[in-house]
Nanobody
């Protein structure tokens, strides 16, 4: 198991921004791709974004393209999710997870390919 720690969630007004962080043990980003998921109350978990361990290439769900940016700092062993232009439909608990592939298969990722999960961070969008 890899321990992942998310942070950066909070309350923001519609149109605002937040940056989520996913801190991992050293060398994790060299061996695992990292994905962000979210789950809102009463809804299924959905993939938001993924960054490949092989080359850092990003992948986004259609509903966040152009608004969210995933990035990584290998030296800090941290993956970031910059969320801009937040909408009322974005509130959820956001989780990061390790993916047992060196290249993300998009953002729809089979459960069997997911290793460790973080504890989640709450994002609330409200005026």
């Amino acid at each position: 198991q890899v321990q992942l720690v998310e942070s950066g969630g909070g309350l923001v007004q519609p149109g605002g921004s937040l940056r989520l962080s996913c801190a991992a043990p050293e060398f994790t980003l060299n061996h695992y791709s990292i994905a962000w998921f979210r789950q809102a109350p009463g809804k299924e978990r959905e993939g938001v974004s993924c960054i490949s361990s092989s080359d850092g290439s990003p992948h986004y769900a259609d509903f966040v393209k152009g608004r969210f940016t995933i990035s990584r700092d290998i030296a800090k062993s941290t993956v970031y999710l910059q969320m801009n232009s937040l909408k009322p439909e974005d509130p959820a608990v956001y989780y990061c997870a390790t993916v047992f592939l060196d290249s993300c298969p998009g953002t729809t990722i089979a459960t069997a390919l997911i290793g460790s999960w973080g504890q989640g961070t709450q994002v609330t969008v409200s005026s």
